[in-house]
């Protein structure tokens, strides 16, 4: 060993004494990667389990890191923050996943197990799957893995609190933990007579299955050890790397079912343990790091905690769409957009009261940034295409791939709506959902519409939670419910209303509601446009005429997207002194031609999931094309300015 090696090994180490640990994101991005393309139907090729083992090693190498960096700096560890930081950091992320399945589960129709869900937010579901198979809650078998980490690290910090002021104590507690599991293993194959429940035992069981992470600990443990600098250019010799290497490919290509459910977990563990070392710490593996350290391979290993826990539900929903590889892909966009909604609006929230138990910001380097900065980037960057138009109302409030949001609730439309039309102005107000977002992307007659919008409003939880990064106001709000506060608003204003698109039978059906409803409103005239109906043809320009003619301030505009945003700005161009008001399906609400989705799922923001699951033939691959671009502007485009590649 050359000296050059083992000074190669020494600043690393000290890397890892300050809290960073090069390629881990890398290698997380990795394990996810393992088992989502088995889970994909390759399973057969892809180990998925061996993905998992990893996931476990890098946890208990990272958090052990963590917690010699705090036991060195403040003398000891305060196991209490320990438990509070995990929580912050994992359940908020569950729970919202356990609550959307069940709620997804219960629209189409499938019956949930209240043992399944408990096992899923308890942390038991490992034992469910072993043991009581029937109670396991459909698309979450998976939450296994996170009940052996959750079970692991409520007993880990105990020992650590016990054994680390001496650190020969902590390595022999792990190197005892690593053979325990082992020999849990060999008593399962000896005492259960069942191959199939020997197997499930052997692979899920938390007392069985501890090891993988404590191997990972034991690699910090050593690594940070007194001996670690000596020890390190042995793990991390390319004879000892390429043997781990070759082990590893060992353990996956024997199927003998003895060695499947005792060994194989050990001698992967052990491996990994010079793999993962040499990755973090030797120069000679440097450029690898770096492939690890690349943005895209940190950024997925950001969201690999919600890629596993969304994934499978997303590809069931992508082989629902479609079948074989297009669902496959459809089922990796989706749980790609769910991770980073996930993300950015779940866990990455829970920071700050993480921090408030000693969570610190990992370091990457100067060139690094947290997620959020790569958002707010994307949207200052997308932004301007927005920010010089000056035919609106009122100032943004925010900008979400480069559109503004004007108004930030239900009370500000009103406010501001009632104002305007109460000094007869001219003005269009109109949704913005990611439906709209893909439509103003490939629409040019569409965009132009929409840049010409009075006032835009966050229709849909995605816009909403997107236009909060600027303004914490914003709210999602939709033209359907504020149609009736509009009308009140207008019959006490005196101004009165005109009605357009949908049918003749729901018209009728509204302006008798509104008529009950509001009293004092004027209805000059209601109008139902024939099928095809073109809003830039002649057909359109004498509907015009006739709104201008009836003397209206205000219009209900119920055509859809893009026909009601095209004849609202064609309108306006020729000088009609209206306010138009784009409300959808709003008034087929109103007259019961729909039915709206419950108000408690319209308040969580589940209200697609309702219209999805009542419309599936029509909404399934338009709500595929929204969640490839809610993907595509908080993932993809961000990860490719990050790079400063300018995308197409």
């Not at 929580?87 to 043992?115: E, K, Q």
């Not at 020999?183 to 938390?206: F, H, K, M, T």
């Not at 299955?209 to 034991?218: E, H, M, T, V, W």
């Amino acid at each position: 060993m050359t000296r050059s090696h083992t000074a190669a090994a020494v600043a690393p180490s000290a890397a890892l004494a300050r809290g960073e640990v090069p390629a881990l994101d890398g290698l997380r991005a990795i394990s996810v990667l393992i088992v989502m393309v088995s889970h994909s139907g390759l399973g057969w090729i892809v180990p998925g389990g061996f993905g998992v083992t990893l996931f476990f090693f890098i946890s208990g190498f990272i958090i052990t890191t963590l917690l010699l960096r705090e036991q060195t700096k403040a003398g000891r560890i305060d196991v209490g923050s320990f438990y509070v930081r995990r929580a912050f950091r994992l359940y908020p992320a569950l729970a919202v996943f356990i609550a959307s399945l069940c709620l997804a589960l219960a629209i189409a129709g499938i019956p949930t197990d209240a043992v399944g869900v408990a096992g899923g937010l308890l942390y038991f579901m490992n034992y469910l799957v072993v043991f009581a198979p029937g109670h396991v809650l459909q698309h979450a078998n998976h939450l296994w893995s996170l009940a052996v980490e959750a079970h692991f690290y409520v007993v880990y910090p105990l020992l650590f609190a016990w054994a680390a002021p001496r650190g020969s104590r902590l390595i022999a507690a792990l190197v005892a933990a690593c053979a325990a599991a082992l020999a849990v293993r060999v008593g399962a194959v000896a005492l259960i007579g069942d191959p199939r429940l020997v197997y499930e035992y052997a692979y899920q069981a938390s007392e069985a299955r501890f090891d993988s992470i404590a191997f990972g600990a034991l690699a910090a443990a050593l690594l940070m050890s007194p001996r670690g600098v000596a020890l390190s250019p042995r793990l991390t010799h390319p004879a000892t790397v390429a043997l781990s290497l070759a082990l590893i490919a060992a353990t996956l290509i024997v199927r003998n079912a003895l060695f499947r459910d005792t060994l194989r977990y050990t001698l992967q563990g052990i491996a990994l343990m010079s793999i993962v070392t040499a990755l973090v710490v030797d120069q000679r593996y440097a450029r690898i790091r770096t492939l690890l350290d690349a943005r895209p391979a940190v950024y997925v290993g950001w969201l690999s905690y919600s890629l596993y826990l969304w994934h499978l539900p997303a590809l069931a929903l992508g082989w629902w769409i479609a079948s074989g590889v297009g669902g496959a892909a459809i089922g990796w966009l989706a749980a790609f957009a769910l991770a980073a909604a996930s993300f950015h609006f779940v866990e990455q929230p829970m920071l700050r009261f993480r921090a408030r138990f000693g969570s610190a910001p990992r370091h990457f380097g100067s060139r690094d940034k947290e997620p959020e900065d790569m958002l707010a980037r994307s949207q200052t960057h997308t932004g301007t295409r927005a920010a010089g138009h000056d035919g609106s109302k009122a100032r943004a409030l925010a900008h979400v791939d480069g559109w503004p949001i004007h108004l930030a609730d239900a009370a500000d439309c009103i406010g501001t709506l009632t104002q305007a039309m109460a000094r007869g102005e001219a003005f269009s107000f109109c949704p913005l959902n990611l439906d709209l977002l893909v439509k103003a992307r490939n629409d040019a007659a569409f965009a132009k519409a929409m840049r010409r919008a009075d006032y835009i409003i966050a229709d849909g939880w995605p816009i909403a939670m997107l236009a909060r990064r600027h303004d914490r106001r914003v709210e999602r709000t939709t033209g359907a419910d504020l149609i009736v506060p509009l009308a009140k608003a207008a019959a006490e204003h005196k101004v009165p209303v005109y009605l357009f698109g949908t049918s003749p039978q729901v018209l009728a059906a509204v302006e008798a509601d509104l008529a009950a409803n509001c009293p004092g409103l004027e209805i000059l005239g209601s109008e139902s446009p024939p099928l095809g109906f073109d809003p830039t043809g002649p057909v359109a320009d004498a509907a015009i005429a006739r709104i201008r003619a009836s003397g209206a301030g205000l219009c209900f505009l119920a055509l859809g997207a893009p026909k009601q945003e095209i004849l609202a700005a064609r309108a306006l161009e020729q000088g009609v002194r209206t306010g138009f008001v784009c409300v959808g399906a709003g008034l087929d609400f109103i007259a019961g031609a729909q039915v709206r989705a419950p108000e408690m799922m319209r308040n969580n923001g589940m209200e697609w999931l309702w219209r999805l699951a009542t419309n599936p033939r029509r909404l399934a691959m338009r709500y595929a094309a929204c969640a490839v671009h809610l993907a595509r502007i908080t993932t993809v485009e961000p990860a490719l300015r990050w790079l400063n590649i300018r995308s197409a």
